[in-house]
């Protein structure tokens, strides 16, 4: 089945710098990578996905990037503010057209210093 | 995206008990899904909820101690029998849309067994 290993657990920047969190897969029939974002005592909002047939999205200040040679996809978070602080979770899925089941990775907590 | 909501929001219950957690939806949707979130944890997927059919379970739960029901498209229910306190989390339904592949999540139901 699919693993999905994501990377860091924890995560402190300067407010106004940037984020990577990483993500790799292990199941080559996954093409649907969405991210959620979590706050404290808050439900997991999806922020952006990605399908297999294109490499980079973007919206704003988040954007996301995908190898799917690698099954590596990454989340890039620029001028963090302090409201990017929460935790953030990759996940990967076959798509509506298959099981549909969405594998998530271990999250990463971010902190925005002021 | 949908409207999903969850009773109870939390409870306490002692050790031996059973509480059924209740998810509604505002629309009819074909994929509901329910998940434990343990705290400072991911999220880890229980069961598919089929209408019309028995729940298809991941490995590791089993129907006699999480039952499922789902009568009908909007509508599911879960059940957390004779609760120890190791079953103290978070429980989130989730729902995908047909033909989309994103699910999106309720409000969680946050429960501790004494």
């Known amino acids: 089945g699919e693993n999905v290993e994501q990377h860091p657990s924890t995560l402190s920047v300067q407010e106004g710098d940037s984020a990577v969190i990483k993500c790799t897969y292990s199941?080559?029939?996954?093409?649907?990578f969405p991210w959620y974002k979590q706050e404290l005592g808050k439900r997991p909002q999806l922020i952006i996905d990605i399908r297999s047939n294109v490499g980079e999205k973007k919206d704003q200040r988040i954007a996301v990037t995908l190898n799917k040679t690698a099954k590596h996809f990454s989340l890039h978070i620029t001028e963090t503010q302090p409201e990017d602080s929460a935790v953030y979770f990759c996940a990967a899925s076959p798509g509506y057209s298959s099981a549909s089941k969405i594998i998530f990775g271990s999250g990463t907590r971010l902190s925005i210093r002021p | 995206s949908a409207v999903i909501s969850q009773k109870p929001s939390r409870d306490i219950c002692q050790r031996g008990t059973s509480l059924t957690i209740q998810c509604q939806v505002d629309?009819?949707?074909?994929?509901m899904f329910w998940y434990r979130q343990q705290p400072g944890q991911s999220l880890t997927l229980i069961a598919t909820?089929?209408?019309?059919?028995?729940?298809?379970?991941e490995s590791g739960f089993v129907i006699d101690k999480f039952p499922i029901s789902r009568p009908n498209l909007t509508f599911s229910t879960l059940t957390v029998s004779n609760m120890s306190p190791e079953d103290s989390s978070i429980y989130l339904c989730?729902?995908?849309?047909?033909?989309?592949?994103?699910?999106?999540f309720g409000p969680g139901t946050r429960l501790t067994v004494l």
């Open positions: 199941d080559s029939a996954s093409n649907y």
């Open positions: 909820a089929n209408q019309g059919s028995e729940a298809t379970y």
């Open positions: 989730s729902v995908q849309p047909q033909g989309t592949d994103t699910q999106y």
């Open positions: 629309s009819q949707v074909t994929m």
